[in-house]
């Protein structure tokens, strides 16, 4: 049997992380042979790899502000509109399944590992990011529904499966269990640059900031949003993971466009991070989706900027368009002096955008110098608003190689760690704490320090103003790295969007401009030469955000609820479960 099972398992290979040697994909997790598996390193971690395979993202959050939901924010083109009751409903009825198909595939190997005879070290390194792995998924369940089914020994056939839900309290403490566990076993684990994708103690420390943040927050405390007892634990984790990875040598990059650089993977700032390689694995980006059509392939569409998020962008010394005591600021330049970041981020009319390897290239989405497949304009039959984003893509790729875009998701970075733990700070009275560390981050961006070296936040002492400075400026940071709806989420701010329409910028030739008659080549217009006009989304379904209040918890799916009898609904959607606190 051992021998059947070893030549199968080794016929089957992938790889998931660059620079390690080819690791198995053991699909079959049920039909196993633990006399095998965890007796051998090769096949245990063959095993756990496939584990990896199956509970990390699988690519960058192309086209949507969240992962697993699939529901846009405020910073692309897409709305929660008439339709989303159904999207809310039914869009994680199979990744619900997913995650516990998941769950048990972890607690086989937690529940069986200590029957073989790895050497401890092995033994424990596995362990760890098994734990981390079972913490991930019952993470992405819990900030969806609150509380659900909280399994942590293996099931078999013939255990009892209707499991009702753990409250959502439980499922946080499960989770905060088994990342301690993970921290001990991990200690002293930061892997090499050629294991880069392994969970180390850095990923573990920065992920429990993250789990402890959430907890403390308004989402499951509606009551006491700010003055509740879980700020408390958040600080200190969060603290601890900035502490402790700071003297790993975890830092902010120095620049920010190199984080999503193909030539700079390595970068300090880098703490939890999905590997990507052509030809083995590529197109995490969805570059094809992202892209503009004419230099792409059947689609486009993602993280295109809606008008509300290039207009959030501080001026080049870090105050707001309009407050700004040294840039003037106007929608006919609105481009201008800028925060650095806006021009990694965001693509705008008439911008340098070299696709393709195209020198000199600029990016037009009028409706007369732009390919008819690009423009934002009635006449253009997709829904578009005026802009493009740069982050993350190869635009030395041409058309026909878009897809082998092999540049690394960042899941989790060191500045991620910085803000989490200025939120926390500010709510535990240390709000000087907080500053700095926006002031870190502005720095990093290259914004103008000022005579007051305040980077723009002179005035924001109070912890309301502290906090929403925060809540700005992670808006910028995080663009299109699928932060941005489960921050909302998490803050009870998704219904402040109730109202809004969705708005994209209009650019027409300015009068008296004719590229007919104009000597000019193709991409000699500049920015200056166009007029601009705030418009709705123009040929979209919806461009008006409808969230009620229920939307911050999703029903358990129908076909979850007629399959296990013990499960409650959220009381929201007609039941009697209480996910919050």
Known sequence: MNNILRIILLSITIVFWSGCSDVLDVKNLGAFDPNATWNDPQLANAYLTNLYNDVMPAAWPAGSSAIESGHPADETIGVFGPNAITEIGHAWSGAFDNQYQD?????????????????????????GQALFLRAWSY???????????LLLEYQGLDDDLLVPRASTLEVFNAILSDLDEAIILLDGKKFAENDKGRIGLASVLAFKGRVALYMASPLFNPVAPFSNQYWAAALTATETARTQLESMGFSLNNTYADI?????????????????????RSNGRREDLVRPLSQSRNATGGD????????????????????SPTYPYDLQTYWQNRDPRFYTNVVYNGAIFELSGITGRRQYTDAVLADPQDGFDESFEFGRTGFYTRKGLQEELIVEQVALNDVDWVEIRYAEVLLNFAEA??????????????????????????????YGLAGITSREAIREAIYNERYIEFAYEGKRYWDLKRWRRLTDLNGETETGLRSTLKSGIDPATDPRGPFDYLPTDFDYEVVPILNAAFVRHEIPESYYFAPIPLNQLQRNGNLEQNVDWGGTFDPTF
């Open 139 to 149: 993470f992405n369940l819990v900030r969806v529904y609150g509380g659900v089914p």
């Open 260 to 280: 999503w650089s193909v030539g700079n993977e390595g970068n300090t700032e880098a703490v939890l991070t999905i590997k990507f390689t052509d030809p083995d």
């Open 103 to 127: 769950i048990r595939s972890i607690n086989i190997l937690l529940n069986e590992i200590d029957g073989g005879s790895l050497e401890s070290d092995t033994r424990n390194t596995i362990v």
């Open 425 to 454: 700070a500010n709510e535990m009275g240390r709000g000087a704490d907080a500053l700095d560390v926006l002031k870190q981050i502005r720095e990093r961006a290259e914004i103008e320090p000022g005579a007051g070296n305040d």
């Open 304 to 323: 295109q900027p809606v008008w509300k998020h290039v207009e959030a962008y501080p001026m080049a010394d870090g105050y707001a368009p309009g407050s």
